[in-house]
């Protein structure tokens, strides 16, 4: 079938020039690389959905700040390791604001993304006691959550939580709880990259194993008010962002600026230790730290040992940020809203040309429309479509690198597709129907 709207020698030979094993298979990275190659041989404008970056422009609250913070000369300072009290007072006002907890203002903490967030956590959270050494994710996940843990030597399980939503989740967690080994939970709600957002049911399910087990779940809010069916945008005021924290208090919230704030570039992002786990006591640290008390531990043995604290200018930025949200100046949710409008078109285009969404439901109710969703088309896994795709001038990325059993489907995310390419897309999409449909 050669005759597709991208020209089909010139996507063939750049995808063997890339000399992947399997295209289907790249990585995020390399599939960038690749499209990158084929647009710039053939003149065509893809439709780019493999990336997670966001497609807006970054808060100016933030960068005002930082350009001020700077002129102040903060350059030439270390920045304290736990960051600037200011910040840290944002961060806990914003917590109990949006998710209506409370968290003292100590165990507020910036860090170089909530990448670096996760990173220390698998770290510490895993020394706490001897036997319990390994996180559980709930799946599907962001794959460098998992890279993170192999490179620090970290054990870890995981499990797709498509077939185990709503009461079935309970004796699935329960099954891993019960081998004694699980330190911790960690999953993305909303998820990255099937979008499904935990009932409170679930959230619930989960925070009851957790006190039952005594395991940390660290839930990661990286699109923190972005389930646009609910408004969680109003300060002090209900609907709250659903989170773990309302239900159980041995809990880590790592919020990303990168999305909600459009704040990427500049690598801030704020870690939320639930007051009792980091006052709480663990012998085992001290084979690593000079302190038993996690807090202690985690402050001034690993986020010390791991880069000594977060860019001094960023925390500033973040700070004035959060400061106009929590003062009810600044809806940030309103910014962002742009992508679940366009996930809703994009969705339909996909669906009126024979392609299904495949994580599709939370419990009963209809997945939200956001950042990211996830298809399939009939007959083919997702490593097929991928490939097939990339001659359409569409790409994504496979489902299967994140953890999903889903072998059909791919994920797309909206962010950097313009609303003026829709009539491509939709084009593009017909042509594969056309050709693909028996
Ligand atoms: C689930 C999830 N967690 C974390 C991140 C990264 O966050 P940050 O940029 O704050 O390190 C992303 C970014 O794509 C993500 O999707």
């Not at 329960?174 to 957002?197: D, H, R, T």
């Not at 007959?379 to 991928?386: D, S, Y």
Request: hydrophobic share 35%; net charge neutral.
């Amino acid at each position: 079938m050669t005759n597709t709207p991208i020209n089909y020698e010139i996507v063939k030979s750049k995808i063997e020039e890339m000399n992947l094993p399997f295209v289907g298979k790249a990585t995020i990275r390399e599939l960038k690389r690749l499209v990158d190659n084929i647009e710039k041989a053939s003149g065509e404008k893809y439709i780019r959905m493999e990336m997670g970056v966001p497609g807006l422009p970054p808060s100016k609250i933030g960068v005002d700040a930082e350009i001020e913070a700077l002129n102040n000369g903060v350059a030439a300072i270390y920045p304290d390791i736990d960051g600037v009290p200011l910040l840290k007072t944002e961060i806990s006002r914003f917590v109990k604001l949006f998710l209506d907890i409370d968290v003292d203002s100590a165990n507020c903490i910036p860090t170089v993304g909530s990448m670096q967030g996760s990173f220390a956590c698998f770290m510490t959270v895993n020394r706490m006691y001897k036997e319990k050494d390994t996180t559980l994710f709930i799946d599907p996940g962001f794959p460098v959550h998992k890279q993170q843990c192999k490179v620090l030597g970290v054990k870890f399980e995981s499990f797709d939580v498509y077939n185990y939503r709503g009461d079935k989740l309970k004796d699935k967690l329960e099954s891993y709880f019960k081998k004694g080994n699980i330190s911790s939970v960690l999953y993305s709600n909303p998820n990255n990259p099937s979008w499904i957002c935990f009932t409170d049911k679930e959230l619930t399910i989960i925070a009851d194993l957790a006190n039952q087990y005594n395991v940390v779940i660290m839930e990661d809010l990286a699109y923190f008010g972005m389930d646009f069916r609910k408004d969680y945008s109003k300060p002090g005021l209900p609907p709250f962002q659903p989170s773990v924290a309302k239900y159980t208090d041995n809990y880590i919230l790592f919020i990303s600026s990168s999305k909600a704030f459009s704040y990427a570039g500049q690598r801030i992002g704020m870690m939320v230790i639930s007051n009792k786990l980091f006052n709480t006591q663990a012998e085992d640290l001290k084979r690593f730290y000079n302190s038993d008390l996690f807090g202690k531990a985690m402050i001034f043995g690993t986020v010390y040992a791991l880069s000594s604290g977060t860019s001094h200018s960023a925390q500033y930025a973040l700070a004035a940020i959060l400061k106009s949200v929590n003062d009810g100046k600044y809806n940030f949710v309103d910014d962002v809203k742009e992508y679940g409008e366009k996930a809703h078109i994009m969705k339909k285009l996909f669906t009126d040309n024979g392609f299904k969404i495949v994580y599709d439901k939370d419990e009963n109710e209809p997945l939200a429309d956001g950042f990211y969703f996830t298809f399939s088309y009939p007959g083919l896994t997702g490593e097929q479509l991928l490939e097939k795709l990339l001659y359409y001038g569409i790409s994504a990325i496979s489902l299967t690198i994140t953890g999903s059993e889903r072998i059909e489907g791919l994920r797309a995310c909206v962010s950097l597709v313009k609303r003026n390419q829709f009539s491509d897309l939709e084009k593009r999409l017909n042509a594969f129907n056309a050709n693909h449909s028996n």
